[in-house]
């Protein structure tokens, strides 16, 4: 990851925790999550396929007209081959989270059309999603390592303005796609979200994804969330030995390696 | 069992919802066969549930499929558990058959004998249906 400065994100969260902690006493802890809106609770997606939002079920990748790519950027778009959009191949898909199991990373692990279920602590939220049992923490009013590790989800720190919670995220390895179509990004990629409970069932993520090698100017997505009171989390792991065994079944594919039985 | 095998010709526009497996590259969705059935085997695994089932072609033979169906959570938002199916069910199903012929296919819908109506492998856009 090339260097970038975040002195001026670090600002504005000693801003927004300035802002939160004035109306305490000095003798007396900030209940912070007390102040907070509450995000908490289990929520599933929209079943999207791509996170323009003027082409959300990925007709035309590529030509969206909302995505402002870079010539690098298009190009990796369009040498992918996703298993979704009017080009779909599962067979020989480089699909990363198909084709190596990999992990989804972030916002993909959203987009997933499973459940995640949001905890919420006065110095952390925690996403935890279905798929892969796996999950993601944003640090609240706390600046960014000062060399932030290159990982699959990312490292996040968040502050509260208003009913939104801001999130500043960097440090993406890039072998994950944005989202099921293919989007590509890089580990410079900054993503900075603002989420809001906009209703009693409704949760709304929006992102603006800055990434210069890859879009020539900052863009925008979003996904919405609807609650579900049940709370129920189902799991659901994807290994390797679950995709063998699927294409012997269904693509009567020998596997190179012995597979072990269903369940 | 009086099983009847019916093609039927479904034209689908537009993107399907889903991907992954089960996507368009695998199966016909031109086509839609339903039929009479019964449960061999019901998996509740990943990446996606799969249901084992005997059906009698046009020429009264019996021929084994399987069915994928989606991932369990998309599943159980869906109504199902794990079990939903027992080997010895007779349904009333329908599906998409494999692209290359063979006796593989996509769930879409199937009923059981007590009525109860369970919806396959298309996830709406609330992701719930």
Known sequence: MKNRSYAPIAALIALGLAGTLSGCSANKPANLASQAPDLSGVWLGKAVQSLSMSDPMAQKPGEEGDIPYTAWGLAKLKGERPATGPHQTFENTTDPALRYADPDGYPRASIHPMRFKIVQTPDYVYQLWEYNKSWRQIALNKPHSQVPDISWFGESVGHWEGDALVVDSVGFKDASWLDPIGHPHTEDLHMVERIRRTDPNTLVFHFTFDDPKAYSKPWDGELTFKLKPDGVMTETIYTISDELGFRQRFLHEKPGIPIRATQ | ?129
């Open chain 2, 1 to 129: 069992m009086k099983a009847r095998m019916l093609v039927l010709g479904l034209l689908l526009t537009g993107i399907p919802v889903f991907a992954h497996h089960g996507g368009t590259s695998l199966y016909d969705m031109s086509k839609v066969v339903t039929t009479q059935a019964t449960v061999t085997d019901f998996q509740w695994t990943n990446p996606h549930v799969e249901i084992g089932l005997d059906a009698k072609d046009a020429s009264g033979k019996v021929k084994h499929w399987i069915l994928e169906a989606n991932s369990p959570p998309v599943m159980v938002n869906k109504g199902w558990n794990r079990k939903s199916l027992s080997a010895g069910d007779v349904i009333k199903v329908s599906f998409n058959p494999s692209q290359r012929g063979g006796s593989v296919g996509r769930l879409i819908k199937l009923t059981k004998a007590d009525g109860t109506e369970l919806g396959g492998s298309s996830i709406s856009e609330s992701g719930d249906k």
